[in-house]
C-alpha cells in the first residue's frame, strides 16, 4: 500500500477526510416552494451550545433554528452556476414551509432514525412500538411543488371582509395574503413579547396565537372606504398590521380570513407520517409527526440520556 505523504499539515489531510465522511452522511432535499434541490449536512459536536440555547430562549429560538439550517445547507444546482445564497437571500428567498423540509433533512443526516414511538390504532387502539425512519416519513403526497408562474413571494392571493353595517363608512377589509418567508416569520417573533410567545407555546404548542398567524401571512393591509372619493389606507408595515389586527379585527373574523387562506395554501404544508397496517383490526391508518418537537426530543435525549 503507498503511503501518502502530507507535505502540507497534517491536520489538512485529517480534516480532507474527515470531510469526505460528512459528504456521504449529507442529506439530499428539495425544497418545494423556494423550487430548490439543496444537501443538508449533519449536526456537529459544535452545534450542541446553539440548540441549548434555542430551547432556553424561544425569542431566539426561530432565529437561531433558521441559521442553523443555513449553516447546514448547500445548493449544489446553484452553486454550479456560481450562484452564492446568501444570509439575506435564504431569509427572504426561502418560505417557511420550506424550512420544514430543511429540519426534516438535518434530521435525517444527523439522526436518521427518531424515538422509539408508541403509536395507537385510531380503530381499535392496539398499540404498536416502531423506531421510525425520517426517510419514511417523506411519501408521495408530503411535498407539493409551488404551482404558479410567479414566484411564492411575489403571489398574493387577497381576502376581503365586507363590512354588512350601513353606519359604518368602511366597506371592506382586505388582507392581501402571501406564503410567508423566513425573514417575516423571525422580524414578527422579534415584536411580541416573549412572555407572550411562551404563553401561546404553553397554550397550544404554537409560538402564534390566531392574531400573529393571521398577521404572519397578510402582507398587506387595505381599508376600502364606502365613498367613492375616498382613498384606500394601505399598509405594508408589519408592526402596524399587528397592531391593528390584535386591535381592530374580531376573532370570528380572523378565524374565517385564516379558514380562507387555509384552503387556499394548505395542500402546500408539508405532510411527514408513516402508513401503518394494525396488526389487530388490519386496518390501514397514518400516523403524522410533529418534526420540530421529534427533534428536539431527539437532541435532548442524546444529550442528557432522557
Ligand atoms: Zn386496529
Not at 177 to 206: A, D, F, V
Amino acid at each position: 500500500m503507498k503511503s501518502e505523504i502530507l507535505n502540507d499539515n497534517p491536520l489538512a489531510g485529517v480534516l480532507r477526510d474527515l470531510s469526505s465522511i460528512n459528504e456521504i452522511r449529507n442529506h439530499e432535499i428539495y425544497c418545494p416552494i423556494a423550487k430548490v434541490r439543496g444537501l443538508m449536512s449533519p449536526l456537529h459536536a459544535s452545534d450542541d451550545m446553539k440548540l441549548k440555547t434555542m430551547i432556553v430562549s424561544i425569542d431566539l429560538y426561530d432565529q437561531e433554528l433558521s441559521a442553523l439550517l443555513y449553516n447546514h445547507c448547500r445548493f449544489p444546482e446553484l452553486e454550479s452556476q456560481n450562484i452564492t445564497v446568501s444570509w439575506k437571500d435564504f431569509l427572504e428567498g426561502m418560505s417557511y414551509l420550506d424550512r420544514q423540509v430543511m429540519l426534516w433533512g438535518l434530521f435525517a443526516a444527523t439522526y436518521k432514525t427518531l424515538d422509539p414511538q408508541t403509536i395507537s390504532c385510531p380503530y381499535c387502539s392496539n398499540e404498536i412500538t416502531d423506531t421510525i425512519h425520517a426517510n419514511d416519513l417523506l411519501q408521495d403526497d408530503s411535498l407539493v411543488q409551488w404551482e404558479h408562474s410567479d414566484p411564492f413571494t411575489e403571489y398574493t392571493f387577497p381576502i376581503e371582509y365586507v363590512i354588512e353595517s350601513e353606519t359604518s363608512a368602511i366597506d371592506k377589509v382586505v388582507f392581501h395574503t402571501q406564503l410567508s418567508n423566513i425573514s417575516r416569520h423571525i422580524e414578527l417573533l422579534g415584536i411580541i413579547p416573549s412572555e407572550k410567545l411562551r404563553q401561546n407555546y404553553e397554550k397550544s404548542n404554537s409560538l402564534f396565537s390566531s392574531t400573529e398567524e393571521l398577521t404572519s401571512v397578510t402582507t398587506k393591509f387595505e381599508i376600502v372606504y364606502k365613498d367613492p372619493e375616498k382613498e384606500s389606507f394601505v399598509t405594508d408595515n408589519l408592526r402596524q398590521i399587528h397592531m391593528l389586527i390584535q386591535t381592530q379585527v374580531t376573532l370570528d373574523v380572523s378565524e374565517d380570513v385564516l379558514e380562507k387562506f387555509d384552503d387556499h395554501f394548505n395542500k402546500y404544508v408539508p405532510r411527514f407520517y408513516k402508513k401503518y397496517e394494525c396488526s389487530t383490526c388490519k386496518r390501514d391508518f397514518t400516523y403524522n409527526v410533529n418534526l420540530e418537537l421529534s427533534f428536539f426530543r431527539r437532541f435532548l435525549r442524546g444529550r442528557y440520556n432522557m
